[in-house]
């Protein structure tokens, strides 16, 4: 008998505590401090940034698909009204000649509606430089190669349409003679030389044939010759662009390519900081039996000592841009 | 009920019908004032990006002096592993044919014997260096009257593929020999000028000095040319101004292509006469000029050819192998 009045009198004491409970209004300040705190981050970022800077890696040979990943960058970029400014992370040795002009236009459109700012990591050589050429301003780290500017092919060899192979002109199996093709090289040389007097004219300290004779230079060398604005990082480079688009609190957001990244150079391989990387070899880049010429914005050092080795991928894990090089050739640097 | 619930079916397809509405037609009136304006390229303009094509017209056509025999032979040294293909100097001998002149080629034996009765001696691009023997035989050729075309290439790196893989070979015109004893020389770099050739860089605009018979040549295309030289010499040809020799990138120059010293020449590119390269520019022309110089040689056999040590065009006596050092 004790022991079940006991028991009511508890349920009903319970029982009135939750009653006042729920007519107070403390409970609903407890849940709603809690929902308040889970929305706080996205209200923080709200109000406390002005935009952001959306940094593009253009990283490993460019390629078709290459082209089309930092295109879809750019373009997210462009059509984000968040996005103030961006920032480009090369490290590439260049690649096909007109994927690289893509990029190019790529650039140069982003640069006319926001600020663009270039990081230089290993290298922009050739068609990476091509590239960055649009930027706003390109900083290089010392051991940064860039320059290279110029466009390389393998010559077609001469040959004669025969009772074999028939062909309704004469030029049908090779495009035109050696000549002809000089010409057709000269051409695509001359717009891209065009293109980094259009860009950055003002700045370079070459002479157009200087420029022509697609030497690779040095960071250091490259801020005395113009082809770079100056030395610093990628930090140095966000921090710019954000300042160029005029933002005081601002957020960051690295795009990132899908699939792998692939490397023709060992250096840029190691220097990348790309999630998924593969060493190619520069069949790679040629095709394996190339019908047509293959008209490339490459350092030609790229082409030659990797070929054989490049085709298994180097035991060197995730390391960061300041990797130690050893057993690199070419245009690598020894950090 | 069933009423009740079709009214509710109602509502909701009508809620559905309008979201979808303003989700269509909402970016078309946000986007409205916004126009993209179409990139613009000057840099790609083609008139800028687009190399003009040097002509590749015209045929050969020599002029003689009248006072030139009507025939003759010229012999075309094989004996010193020279590298020459018969598209290299088909226009030239088609040159000489059309003139009644016939071609020899040296090939081994005495080069005396072979140079007897031969207007002209023409050395093109050989792998191997003259001997003191055949360098006397051919300065008593041209001291004789005899005339002598020495056509030298720059340092050339030759990729040849087999089956064993690619090979890299360097080839050199070895005609230091012959070309110092008539006081002449050819450079090891190639030329180059990015702003006067015939499509790349490589491929050398050369303008005719004045100096010399190459009247009415404006401009002809050499194709991987050196520099040569020759003391006391007259200077036909010089490449186009902003020529770099390989190597030197920093200094440019116009380089002599081609220079005659008494009956003696010496070119420094043997390309620009090769069978789809001798039209291009007025290089007609000068392949023209080469085979009238040739022609125009006269040897005249001396009374005792054992004894004779005549000097053979230039002051310098045949039987001085080399100056004498000076002293350390």
């Given at each position: ?34 929902v308040g705190l889970a929305l706080a981050p996205v209200a923080w970022n709200a109000t406390s940034s002005e935009g952001t800077v959306a940094v593009v890696p253009v990283s490993g040979t460019i390629d078709g698909g290459t082209s089309a990943g ?266 | ?170 080839q050199e015109s070895r005609l230091t020999t012959l070309a110092s004893r008539y006081r002449m020389s050819v450079d090891t770099q190639y030329l180059y000028n990015q702003e006067n050739a015939d499509g790349t860089f490589k491929h050398v605009v ?123």
């Amino acid at each position: 008998m004790y022991w079940y009045t006991f028991t009511y009198a508890m349920a009903s004491r319970i029982r009135a505590l939750l009653t006042r409970i729920a007519r107070s209004y403390v409970l609903f300040v407890v849940i709603g401090v809690v929902v308040g705190l889970a929305l706080a981050p996205v209200a923080w970022n709200a109000t406390s940034s002005e935009g952001t800077v959306a940094v593009v890696p253009v990283s490993g040979t460019i390629d078709g698909g290459t082209s089309a990943g930092v295109s879809s960058m750019l373009q997210q970029a462009r059509s984000d009204s968040d996005v103030k400014a961006v920032v480009l992370l090369v490290n590439s040795g260049g690649g096909g000649a007109a994927a690289s002009e893509e990029l190019y236009l790529q650039t140069k459109r982003t640069s006319q509606e926001m600020p663009v700012i270039t990081s230089v990591d290993a290298s922009a050589a050739s068609g990476a430089y091509y590239t960055i050429a649009p930027s706003d301003h390109i900083y290089a780290k010392p051991a940064s190669t860039v320059g290279s500017v110029g466009v390389l092919a393998t010559t077609p060899q001469a040959l004669e349409p025969t009772t074999i192979i028939s062909t309704t002109g004469p030029n049908k199996l090779t495009g035109g003679d050696e000549r002809e093709f000089n010409y057709i090289l000269e051409s695509l040389g001359q717009a891209f030389i065009g293109a980094i007097f259009e860009q950055r004219g003002d700045r370079l300290e070459l002479s157009r044939s200087e420029l022509e004779q697609a030497r690779i230079y040095s960071g250091t060398q490259a801020v005395q010759n113009g082809l770079v604005d100056s030395i610093g990082g990628r930090q140095a480079a966000v921090e710019h662009a954000a300042d160029e688009a005029g933002l005081d609190s601002y957020n960051v957001r690295v795009m990132r390519p899908d699939g792998t990244v692939r490397f023709l150079s060992r250096s840029n391989y190691i220097a990348s900081t790309a999630p998924e990387k593969t060493m190619v070899s520069a069949d790679y880049l040629y095709g394996e039996n190339p019908s047509g010429p293959v008209f490339l914005m490459v350092p030609a050092a790229y082409l030659e000592s990797e070929t054989n080795e490049s085709a298994v991928a180097p035991p060197v894990a995730e390391t960061g841009p300041t990797a130690t090089v050893t057993a690199a050739s070419g245009v690598s640097h020894v950090a | 009920m069933w009423r009740e619930l079709g009214k509710r079916l109602v509502v909701l397809v009508l809620t559905v019908a309008v979201v979808v509405a303003i989700a269509a037609g909402g970016p078309a009136l946000l986007q409205g004032e916004e126009e993209r304006e179409p990139l613009q390229n000057p840099e790609y303009e083609p008139d800028e990006v687009v190399p003009e094509t040097l002509a590749a017209t015209g045929t050969v056509e020599t002029n003689p002096d009248p006072a030139a025999d009507d025939t003759g032979t010229v012999v075309i040294d094989r004996g010193h592993s020279n590298r020459f293909t018969r598209a290299d100097i088909e226009p030239l001998v088609d040159a000489l044919v059309r003139e009644g002149y016939s071609v020899k080629f040296y090939t081994d034996g005495d080069l005396a014997t072979a140079l007897e009765g031969a207007d002209a001696f023409l050395v093109i691009d050989p792998a191997s260096e003259y001997l003191t023997g055949d360098i006397d035989d051919v300065r008593q050729f041209t001291g004789n009257g005899g005339r002598l075309v020495m056509i030298g290439e720059p340092d050339r790196t030759a990729v040849s593929a087999s089956l064993f893989g690619t090979s890299v070979t360097n080839q050199e015109s070895r005609l230091t020999t012959l070309a110092s004893r008539y006081r002449m020389s050819v450079d090891t770099q190639y030329l180059y000028n990015q702003e006067n050739a015939d499509g790349t860089f490589k491929h050398v605009v050369a303008r005719p000095t004045g100096n010399g018979g190459l009247d009415g040549v404006d401009e002809t295309a050499v194709y991987t040319a050196a520099a040569v030289t020759a003391e006391n010499g007259t200077v036909l040809l010089r490449s186009a101004p902003e020529t770099y020799k390989s190597g030197s990138d920093e200094v440019t120059g116009e380089f002599p292509v081609v220079v005659q010293r008494n009956n003696v020449l010496l070119l420094g590119d043997k390309t620009f006469m090769r069978g789809d390269r001798y039209r291009v520019a007025d290089n007609e022309q000068l392949v023209a000029y080469v085979a009238e110089f040739m022609i125009e040689g006269d040897y005249r056999a001396p009374p005792d050819a054992d004894e004779e040590a005549e000097t053979n065009g230039d002051d310098e006596p045949t039987a001085n192998e080399t100056a004498p050092m000076p002293a350390a």
